[in-house]
């Protein structure tokens, strides 16, 4: 019984950290879905072209490393927090759309790292998928 009890706390614990977390970054709304759903496939298709394909540019054997791993979960962190800004300014000036084009920007990012990442697999993929991605940020970067 005292197992289960520890479990709940612990569980509880977690979706209260999760619940002032997603508050701070705007709320969970389709577009932070996309950005951390973007956000972790990245990180899993680096991995795999760092583990399985070895053609990594970021190492000079190009496998896998420690370091560069953390680097890329602290950029994501980065990002993350630029959201929060992003929501923070539009709490501030009454507006919308501050978040959205830090959301949109950065998923475009992780969508083309993304194709980049494949590409090194030897995955092919159509060029409008590319160009799309660039034209979401080129509409961000204008917002």
């Known amino acids: 019984m005292k197992v289960q009890a520890v479990k709940n ?53 190009g496998g896998a490393s420690s370091s560069a791993g953390f680097r890329g979960i602290v950029k994501k962190a980065m990002i993350l927090v630029l959201v929060g800004v992003g929501a923070a300014l539009d709490a501030a000036l009454g507006t919308g759309w501050a978040r959205t084009a830090v959301i949109f920007f950065f998923a475009a990012n992780e969508g083309l790292s993304i194709l980049e990442n494949t590409a090194l697999m030897g995955v092919p993929y159509p060029a409008a998928l590319r160009s799309a991605l660039e034209a979401l940020g080129e509409k961000a970067e204008k917002k």
């Open 9 to 61: 706390a612990v569980l509880a614990a977690l979706a209260a950290a999760g619940g002032f977390i997603s508050e701070r970054l705007g709320g969970w709304d389709g577009a932070l879905a996309l950005l951390v759903s973007l956000m972790a496939a990245d990180y899993v298709t680096g991995l795999l072209v760092a583990l399985v394909f070895r053609r990594s540019g970021k190492t000079a054997g």
